[in-house]
Nanobody, 123 residues
Framework: QGQLVESGGGSVQTGGSLRLSCTAGEYTINNRCMGWFRQTPGGEGREFLT????????TSHDSVKGRFTISRDKAKKTLYLQMNNLVPEDTATYFC????????????????YGQGTQVTVSS
């Protein structure tokens, strides 16, 4: 299924920006639905943020619409998450994911994830 490796996390102040990157295999970046999730230490599980289909159709959670943008560079085999206007509530570990089966079903499509990258936003 291939490895997903996130990078780009760090510490920023409220209102700042970060761009996360996720490197993937060639088949994954070209043919699978991919997305970004996050998890807080006290959270119950990974929170869906945004996804992108192989034909570049995007879907985003209401909480990040207008602030977070997902994109994909197939030549670089990299998925991105541009995060703007960050607030302390965005502090979490961010995960890149991909759906193994055709489609974009994060529940039943056998999703898999990278190890995550930490984002900390201070007030």
């Amino acid at each position: 299924q291939g490895q997903l490796v996130e990078s780009g996390g760090g510490s920023v102040q409220t209102g700042g920006s970060l761009r996360l990157s996720c490197t993937a295999g060639e088949y994954t970046i070209n043919n699978r639905c991919m997305g970004w999730f996050r998890q807080t230490p006290g959270g119950e599980g990974r929170e869906f943020l945004t996804s992108i289909t192989p034909d570049d159709t995007t879907t985003s959670h209401d909480s990040v619409k207008g602030r977070f943008t997902i994109s994909r560079d197939k030549a670089k085999k990299t998925l991105y998450l541009q995060m703007n206007n960050l607030v302390p509530e965005d502090t979490a570990t961010y995960f890149c994911g991909a759906v193994l089966l055709e489609g974009c079903d994060w529940t039943s499509g056998f999703p898999y994830y990278g190890q995550g990258t930490q984002v900390t936003v201070s007030s």
